[in-house]
């Protein structure tokens, strides 16, 4: 069974920075794309960064060149770098992947429990 695992959360200042890391276990074959959805309080949830295999990548127009997206193929784990990080980024963030686990013979998405990101003094 495929499991998503979030990790990194917490409480931080306005203009601080975290890095989010979600690791992907499981019998699992490729990985299409790996991701990162954000949801605050009485919105929806959005798409926040996302890297798909061949080595593209997209970003929210909210966090473009304050957040990077990176992923460890080796470990399945994809990792967010939140930098200058703003009240409005406060959210719990999930992990999102798309993958083939054997023996399901097509891709699947799957999706972490979330970990909660508090942005504030």
């Known amino acids: 069974q495929v499991h998503l695992v979030e990790s990194g959360g917490g409480l931080v200042q306005p203009g601080g920075s975290l890095r989010l890391s979600c690791a992907a276990s499981?019998?699992?074959?490729?990985?299409?794309?790996m991701g990162w959805y954000r949801q605050a309080p009485g919105k929806e949830r959005e798409l926040v960064a996302v890297?798909?295999?061949?080595?593209?990548?997209n970003y929210a127009d909210s966090v473009k060149g304050r957040f990077t997206i990176s992923r460890d193929n080796a470990k399945n784990t994809v990792y967010l770098q939140m930098n200058s990080l703003k009240a409005e980024d406060t959210a719990v963030y999930y992990c999102n992947a798309d993958l083939k686990a054997t023996p399901t013979p097509y891709g699947v998405t799957y999706w972490g429990k979330g970990t909660l990101v508090t942005v504030s003094p």
């Open positions: 499981g019998s699992i074959f490729s990985i299409n794309s």
């Open positions: 890297t798909i295999s061949g080595g593209s990548t």
